[in-house]
């Protein structure tokens, strides 16, 4: 299986801050890498799909990049809706495997 | 506005079959492939597998020897059964669309709003 292993967990930020999660594959998944966002008690919701392709209706303060191993999604101004947990998924093989999460709180 | 609703026990017997299923409203079930995902209280997601209406499967090995995803496309869903559950298969359980691009470009969107299950006696 591909692990997906995403730090910092958990992650303390400020309404304003600029935030990166990053998340490493142990082998090469091209860019066959999704993010989606959490909120507690809610099912996932699709925030970054291939990488770096933001889904719609998705603020444009989010972002995604990486290819390869290395990903990272980026908020860049947090705002009080982000505070949430943060997967990483890849599609490259099944079993398709999750990031282990990143639990993003307010400092 | 393809939606995902999911149904079945919340509460299931050690060693008996957990079964589930997932209607999908807004598409046909024939457009996407299907999938399940599950995440234990407190824990992470674990993908269990996924289903296309021409009959592919796809299983976790984690799984596998205890999984089936059956599609019924005149009812426009699809259902989940796990057999000889232990108190490690509690967990909310989600359906989910796969969106797929190429064969290994896709990704789950949208989600069911998930259901919990408990294992216990």
């Known amino acids: 299986d591909i692990q997906m292993t995403q730090s910092p967990s958990p992650l303390s930020a400020s309404v304003g801050d600029r935030v990166t999660i990053t998340c490493r594959a142990s082998?090469?998944?091209?860019?066959?890498l999704n993010w989606y966002q959490q909120k507690p008690g809610k099912a996932p919701k699709l925030l970054v799909y291939?990488?770096?392709n933001l889904q719609s209706g998705v603020p444009s303060r989010f972002s995604g990049s990486g290819s390869g191993t290395d990903f990272t999604l980026t908020i860049s101004s947090l705002q009080h809706e982000d505070f949430a947990s943060y997967y990483c998924q890849q599609s490259y093989y099944t079993p398709y495997t999750f990031g282990q999460g990143t639990k993003l709180d307010l400092k | 506005q393809l939606q995902l609703q999911e149904s079945g026990p919340g509460l299931v017997k050690p060693s008996q079959t957990l079964s589930l299923t997932c209607a999908v409203s807004?598409?046909?079930?024939?457009?996407?492939?299907w999938t399940w995902i599950r995440q234990p209280p407190g824990k992470g997601l674990e993908w269990i597998g996924y289903?296309?209406?021409?009959?592919?499967?796809s299983y976790n090995p984690s799984l596998q020897s205890r999984v089936t995803i059956s599609i019924d496309m005149s009812r426009n869903q699809f259902s989940l059964k796990l057999a000889s559950v232990t108190a490690a298969d509690t967990a909310v359980y989600y359906c989910a669309a796969i969106i797929r691009r190429v064969a290994a470009l896709n990704w789950f969107d949208p989600w069911g709003q998930g259901t919990l299950v408990s294992v216990s006696s």
């Open positions: 289903i296309h209406y021409s009959g592919t499967t």
């Open positions: 082998q090469n998944i091209n860019n066959y």
């Open positions: 807004g598409d046909s079930i024939n457009n996407y492939y």
């Open positions: 291939a990488a770096s």
